[in-house]
């Protein structure tokens, strides 16, 4: 008797453990940011939605989220065996096998595609399209700190993949789209190649000059000087800011196309306006301390966030609350920077 409880008890730790294990493969805790895609893409459609087409784009994006991310691990495994923080990935310290991994990330694509026709309704257009997205998933995923693909190339297939996404789930809701709906997945796309093209890859350039993994800021010129200190080009300080310019163009473009009222114009581009002052602060450090106490992904999310109030009028006055905290971050910062100690 004894011997079964044991048992029972044994199987059901590790049942919880391989659980616990798929959900750090799909990267549980960034699952909300790629689900509110497809929320945000439900509030720009003129058409209103019942409970089951919500239910639909949530379930999607997860899928797409956990697909994205659970191949990014079993393409980069060699990578990331020989890179000490990454030592506690499924992957890595054996919590899930290759196989494992391999079959959860075909398994995403499958409920994707289920999702996408059975509760969504995707036909033709739209399924080519979430076709196109995840393909550029994985043309990003393979090709972005190896092989001879131009890396821009391969940070452009990611952010549009997002983009795509956005287009797959209106087309599959709507016979013809709005030109919003156009302006909103290209300053998207533009949010995303910014973010994870310079500020996600001035955060991991200390690791990926180490282990010799040439991601796009580097293959731009920027290297670590020594163990503290870095240099970043011209060429990629340029590229950043001129994005930036870009996503503000977009931003103004998407804000005539929804004729929001000046009040709520004002919150967007102000919060674009923090989003061009962080990333332009964040080109002129040179020590890698120093950037990571600086909320190196803080100009994307005050950049998402902005993207994200184009349709404020069809949120919940509950949703108000997460600008708000955005826009009292430099206030918020200001008072804890200086019980932080740093030596340079």
Same mark, same amino acid.
């Given at each position: ?107 995403? +694509? %499958?409920?994707?595609? @289920?999702?996408? $026709? !059975?509760? #969504? ?7 080519? &399209? ?109 590229? +950043? %800011?001129?994005?930036? @310019?870009?996503? $503000? !163009?977009? #931003? ?7 004729? &929001? ?84």
């Amino acid at each position: 008797m004894k011997e079964n409880l044991m048992l029972g008890f044994s199987k059901r730790r590790n049942l919880q453990r391989k659980l616990n294990a798929y959900l750090n493969l799909s990267r549980l805790g960034m699952m909300p940011l790629t689900i509110s895609v497809s929320i945000i893409t439900l509030c720009l459609l003129p058409e209103s939605h019942g409970l089951e087409i919500w239910l639909g784009a949530i379930a999607l994006g997860m899928w797409v989220h956990a697909f994205g991310f659970a191949l990014n691990d079993c393409v980069d495994y060699p990578i990331d065996k020989t890179v000490p923080y990454r030592q506690k990935s499924p992957l890595v310290s054996g919590a899930l096998n290759m196989q494992e991994a391999i079959g959860f990330t075909i398994l995403q +694509a %499958l409920l994707a595609y @289920v999702t996408y $026709i !059975g509760l #969504l309704g995707g036909r033709g257009m739209g399924i080519a &399209l979430l076709s196109l997205s995840m393909l550029s998933s994985i043309v990003y995923n393979i090709w972005s700190k190896r092989g001879v693909m131009l890396r821009f190339i391969a940070e452009f297939c990611l952010a549009l993949s997002l983009g795509l996404l956005v287009l797959a789930i209106a087309f599959a809701l709507s016979i013809s789209l709005s030109p919003l709906v156009y302006a909103f997945a290209g300053t998207l796309s533009l949010v995303l190649l910014q973010l994870n093209s310079v500020p996600s890859g001035l955060k991991d350039l200390k690791t990926d000059y180490e282990f010799g993994a040439k991601s796009f800021v580097i293959a731009t010129g920027a290297k670590m000087l020594d163990d503290r200190a870095y240099h970043l080009p011209k060429r990629l300080k340029i590229y +950043a %800011l001129s994005l930036q @310019v870009l996503i $503000i !163009g977009g #931003l103004i473009l998407c804000i005539y196309l929804m004729n &929001l009222e000046w009040y709520y114009a004002s919150m967007i581009l102000l919060l674009s306006i923090y989003a061009s002052v962080h990333i332009y602060h964040l080109l002129q450090i040179k020590f890698f301390q120093k950037l990571l106490l600086f909320s190196p992904l803080l100009s994307g999310y005050f950049n998402y966030i902005a993207v994200s109030l184009i349709v404020i009028k069809s949120m919940p006055y509950v949703f108000y609350l997460v600008p708000l905290y955005f826009l009292t971050y430099p206030l918020r910062q200001s008072i804890s920077l200086p019980k932080k100690q740093v030596k340079w």
